[in-house]
Nanobody, 123 residues
Framework: QVQLVESGGGLVQAGGSLRLSCAAS????????MAWFRQAPGKEREFVTG????????GYADSVKGRFTISRDSAKNTVYLSMNTLKPEDTAVYYC????????????????WGQGTKVTVYS
């Protein structure tokens, strides 16, 4: 069982930066691939970025490539999402998710989810 708690969301001006954190409970955190998804009002949940169990493999949605960076600290049981050059279209609730299947881009492949943290980018 893994419990995930996101933090770090907030209100930021376009062009600004934020760093989200996802703290995981459970001794087997290091065996899970992790990902960030987001869901904007009226839209489906979409993949943002993912990282494998070791941190050696990452993947990004085209819309965030070059602006967002995912990382993980297994000693702290935490995954981070560093977001730079934020745009109004990045406004969404951001969710952290965990799976033992390896890096996946489909939300149905993830077993554990956090409650989400809201990011609002204004122009």
């Amino acid at each position: 069982q893994v419990q995930l708690v996101e933090s770090g969301g907030g209100l930021v001006q376009a062009g600004g930066s934020l760093r989200l954190s996802c703290a995981a409970s459970g001794r087997t955190f290091s065996s899970y691939a992790m990902a960030w998804f987001r869901q904007a009002p009226g839209k489906e949940r979409e993949f943002v970025t993912g990282i494998n169990w070791s941190g050696g493999t990452t993947g990004y949605a085209d819309s965030v490539k070059g602006r967002f960076t995912i990382s993980r600290d297994s000693a702290k049981n935490t995954v981070y999402l560093s977001m730079n050059t934020l745009k109004p279209e990045d406004t969404a609730v951001y969710y952290c998710a965990a799976t033992k299947l390896g890096p996946k881009r489909t939300h149905r492949d993830y077993d554990y989810w956090g409650q989400g943290t809201k990011v609002t980018v204004y122009s």
